[in-house]
Nanobody
Framework: QVQLVESGGGLVQAGGSLRLSCAASGRSFSVYAMGWFRQAPGKEREFVAAINWDGGRTFYTDSVKGRFTISRDNAKNTVYLQMNSLKPEDTAVYYC??????????????????????WGQGTQVTVSS
C-alpha cells in the first residue's frame, strides 16, 4: 500500500507561483513513476505532468509547458510541481499519482491516468484574475 499526501495548494493571483509537494510512503519510491493530474469543477481529470523513476524523463501537457516544472527527490520520497506564471484556467484540485509497476514492465504511459495505481487526496489551487 502506498500513501500519497499533497501539500502546497492555495489562493494566488494570476502571474504568481506555487510549489506543490507530494510525499509518498513506502521503501520503493525510487522505482515509482509519478504524475500530477488536475480536475476543475464539471470537467474530467486531466494530465498535467509526469516524471519517471530516476527523474531522467519528464512529460507535460501543452498548456503548462514552459510554466510548470516537475521534479523529485528520491531520498525524501517526494515529488514536486513548481508552478509559475499561473493563470485562472489553472484553477483545479491537483492530484499526485504513483505508477508502481511500469519500472518492472518496461513500458511507461505517463499520460494515461489508468496506468496509475495510487492517488492522493488532492490539494486545491485557485488562481484569481
Amino acid at each position: 500500500q502506498v500513501q500519497l499526501v499533497e501539500s502546497g495548494g492555495g489562493l494566488v493571483q494570476a502571474g504568481g507561483s506555487l510549489r506543490l509537494s507530494c510525499a509518498a510512503s513506502g521503501r520503493s519510491f525510487s522505482v515509482y513513476a509519478m504524475g500530477w493530474f488536475r480536475q476543475a469543477p464539471g470537467k474530467e481529470r486531466e494530465f498535467v505532468a509526469a516524471i519517471n523513476w530516476d527523474g531522467g524523463r519528464t512529460f507535460y501537457t501543452d498548456s503548462v509547458k514552459g510554466r510548470f516544472t516537475i521534479s523529485r527527490d528520491n531520498a525524501k520520497n517526494t515529488v514536486y510541481l513548481q508552478m509559475n506564471s499561473l493563470k485562472p484556467e489553472d484553477t483545479a484540485v491537483y492530484y499526485c499519482a504513483a505508477d508502481i509497476d511500469s519500472y518492472y514492465k518496461g513500458s511507461y504511459y505517463p499520460y494515461n491516468r489508468y496506468e496509475y495505481d495510487y492517488w492522493g487526496q488532492g490539494t486545491q489551487v485557485t488562481v484569481s484574475s
